[in-house]
């Protein structure tokens, strides 16, 4: 497997720990060599800075939804070393957005690091898409 393989296929583990509430797995996913360089920032929330506080929130978001589904795209994926950044928009379902109207979108931000145990997410960031932009 390349490495923008192995990436792509880490970060599609963070979304699909997250749609099945799988902490444990979620945990699994998440640097632990640096946790003090663990940041992470869920749409419309401030930066959370260390692995355990990132851990606790998302342990906190999956236990407050009730039905999640991710349908990503425009992912692009860039290795440099040990370090990958993979961009992505992700068309996000859940039982409000379905009620509401249909989904919702959040451009995102991944920054994964290699491990001698695989890739691990580093650095999450997602923010939701308000409009949409009007190409020339």
């Not at 946790?35 to 401030?46: D, L, M, R, Y």
């Not at 349908?71 to 009620?99: P, Q, R, Y």
Request: hydrophobic share 45%.
């Amino acid at each position: 497997m390349s490495d923008i393989e192995a990436v792509e296929a880490a970060n599609l583990a963070m979304y699909q720990a997250f749609e099945s509430a799988d902490v444990d797995r979620m945990h699994a996913l998440w640097d632990s060599v640096e946790p003090t360089a663990v940041v992470c920032v869920h749409p419309g929330w401030p930066m959370l800075r260390g692995r355990d506080q990132v851990l606790r929130s998302w342990s906190a978001v999956m236990a407050g939804t009730e039905y999640i589904q991710f349908f990503l795209t425009d992912v692009s994926v860039s290795v440099l070393g040990d370090t990958a950044v993979v961009t992505c928009t992700e068309n996000v379902l859940t039982e409000v957005t379905e009620a509401a109207h249909g989904g919702s979108s959040v451009v995102a931000t991944n920054v994964l690091v290699r491990r001698a145990d695989g890739w691990k997410v580093q650095v999450h960031h997602g923010s939701p898409v308000l409009g949409r932009l009007v190409e020339e």
